[in-house]
């Protein structure tokens, strides 16, 4: 349905945890996408359905060993795992030097992604600009968000990196919950000439993350991480489905996930 690339320039703040955060509470069907050509840890971070490790093997690797015979939607399933909570993962490369033989998929794989029945996808690229290749994969996306913080250096990075993207994007500045409203009306301030689609917020917030980490229960879904990811998750996943409603495509009926060891983040 919606392929929305999530990335960041230096530094990457908090995309992976965030990535999975938003995974975690979106309204509709959707897979998450480890797409950093300098390597994920996914496998290593988050424990798979049944409470053992993610193969690490099994995912965007695996996908690049077969996609040369062609890459079409349908075929991204087969290289998926579930973590805990019922969340689908194409689990991405566990090191950058893997990258090097695989240039040429990003962007195939940003078609099949965009392409992918029946669920959005949410892309975790990580930090843009050390892979030039990358952006045949954000070409693809239907909204790229950039995640920052309210600091000298990172809103510096993400002048720059508004000015060469060349596409209207959104911003979701992770930011301290004491200065939270502050933080992004600075931002706003900040960006204003710029062509901005949205800025959004998800609260810093470590302990949430720690929780993130398998513990699916109920003080993950108190947590000001989980109680942000759900206010933003939301907003983007109506602006996706509007979108393809006005595009004329089918829209999927809200997610209903399997029940795990642990109760899942939802609402």
């Known amino acids: 349905m919606a392929l929305i690339v999530l990335a960041a320039d230096k530094g990457a703040p908090g ?30 971070r988050l424990p798979g359905d049944d409470g053992s490790v993610l193969n690490p093997g099994r995912g965007l690797l695996s996908l690049g060993a077969v996609a040369r015979r062609g890459l079409h939607a349908e075929l991204i399933y087969e290289h998926t795992q579930r973590l805990v909570g019922g969340l689908d993962v194409l689990a991405g490369l566990t090191s950058g030097e893997q990258a090097a033989g695989l240039t040429w998929l990003w962007g195939p794989l940003g078609r099949a992604l965009a392409a992918l029945p029946q669920a959005d996808v949410l892309a975790d690229c990580g930090r843009l600009g050390l892979h030039p290749q990358i952006g045949d994969l954000v070409a693809e996306a239907d909204q790229v968000v950039l995640f920052t913080r309210a600091s000298l250096d990172h809103v510096a990075h993400l002048r720059e990196r508004l ?8 911003i979701v500045v992770i930011a301290d919950p004491r200065s939270y409203r502050s933080s992004l009306e600075e931002i706003r301030r900040i960006v204003s000439g710029w062509d901005v689609a949205f800025v959004g917020g998800l609260a810093y917030d470590p302990k949430g993350a720690e929780l993130l980490r398998g513990q699916w229960g109920g003080r993950l879904d108190r947590s000001l991480l989980i109680r942000t990811a759900r206010e933003l998750a939301t907003r983007l996943a109506t602006q996706m489905a509007t979108q393809l409603a006005a595009g004329g495509e089918t829209t999927a009926p809200p997610v209903v996930r399997r029940a795990t060891r642990e109760p899942e983040v939802r609402s």
């Open 15 to 44: 995309v992976t945890t965030a990535a999975t955060a938003l995974g975690a509470v979106w309204p509709r069907p959707v897979l998450l996408a480890e797409c950093d050509p300098s390597g994920g840890d996914l496998a290593y």
């Open 163 to 170: 000015s060469l993207i060349g596409r209207k994007v959104g």
